[in-house]
């Protein structure tokens, strides 16, 4: 297995440390950074705070980012810590969004404002209206953008870091051509359906009209799920007044859509290959389960050693 690790002092002074890191581990994510973990025998070339990190597999760019930290003891190995660009928009700031912002432009912005490197921003085209974000987690901001997108357009996209590039996708655009099955990469599986959590028959939405004094109540509901789940599990929520009825019965009706259904996860322990990457759109065959479909992968837990390349994968049945 020829993976590679290399740790850069600056552009000029580059080490490849392969040999003195056995395992490596990459958590693959979108909407939140990637993060590299590994041990490193003791040397005289030192991972240092800052410095930045590039791992491949066969050639093949698997995570790029900065040493966040080190830990040394006693022992004879450094272990390291290192995240990929979307770790420094864990910082807070307070922005004023117009009218015209998309989810688009608010990923452009914030990451124009932190420096960072963009790849392919592919355009949201919805724009929630003005909004006023006081010391927010900026991607925590971006990611409110991108679910606001979902329950408006039913589109789901992510942001996520690719060889050192903030991209921003549409998973229409992220479908592969790799089957994971259990005669072939799958090792094993667990699956979980459930309405505990984020699943919902009813939809309640009310928004205070300033101008007649009233608060207004919009509802979406399915009936037939009440019997079905046994009852009724409600969403509430409180809109601000920047939304018009129209938008309110719009969003009332999205949620329902979205939430109106038994929420599934399914993790995968697989054989490494380079498109099982979050963000990514995998085929998925379980005879068992009655499952063939293409699936969204949510996390990808990535490690590397001299003799194999595995990967434990988060799915999201979309």
Excluded at 171 to 190: F, H, K, Q, V
Excluded at 211 to 217: A, D, M, N, V, Y
Excluded at 249 to 278: C, E, F, H, M, P
């Amino acid at each position: 297995m020829d993976f590679r690790v290399i740790l850069i002092k600056s552009p000029s002074e580059q080490y490849d440390i392969s040999e003195l890191a056995c395992q490596v581990d990459f958590t693959d994510n979108i909407n939140k950074a990637g993060v590299c973990t590994f041990p490193v025998v003791k040397s005289s070339v030192r991972p240092e705070i800052g410095n930045g990190v590039k791992i491949t597999c066969e050639g093949t760019v698997y995570f790029v980012g900065n040493i966040f930290k080190v830990n040394t003891t006693h022992e004879d190995q450094i272990k390291v810590t290192a995240y990929d660009q979307l770790r420094y928009l864990k910082a807070t700031d307070t922005f004023t969004f117009k009218n015209g912002e998309t989810a688009s432009d608010v990923v452009r912005q914030i990451c124009g404002k932190m420096g960072l490197s963009l790849g392919q921003i592919e355009e949201t085209g919805y724009t929630p209206g003005i909004r006023l974000i006081d010391e927010k987690d900026m991607l925590d901001t971006i990611t409110d953008y991108i679910r606001m997108t979902l329950t408006a357009k039913k589109e789901i996209y992510y942001i996520k870091d690719v060889a050192g590039k903030v991209v921003l996708k549409n998973i229409r655009g992220s479908i592969t051509n790799l089957t994971l099955d259990p005669e072939s990469l799958m090792i094993g599986y667990a699956h979980e359906g459930s309405i505990d959590g984020n699943s919902f028959n009813r939809i309640k939405l009310i928004r205070d009209n300033k101008q007649t004094g009233k608060r207004e109540l919009y509802i979406a509901q399915d009936s037939n799920r009440f019997k079905e789940w046994g009852g009724i599990l409600q969403y509430y929520e409180k809109l601000d007044d920047t939304v018009n009825p129209e938008q309110a019965k719009a969003k009332a009706d999205a949620l329902l859509y979205l939430k109106n259904r038994v929420q599934q996860t399914l993790s995968v322990d697989a054989l490494g290959d380079q498109d099982i990457r979050a963000g990514n759109m995998l085929h998925i065959y379980l005879p068992e389960l009655g499952l063939s479909k293409f699936l969204l992968c949510t996390m990808a837990k990535h490690t590397f050693t001299n003799h194999a390349h595995t990967v434990k994968i988060d799915l999201r049945l979309v």
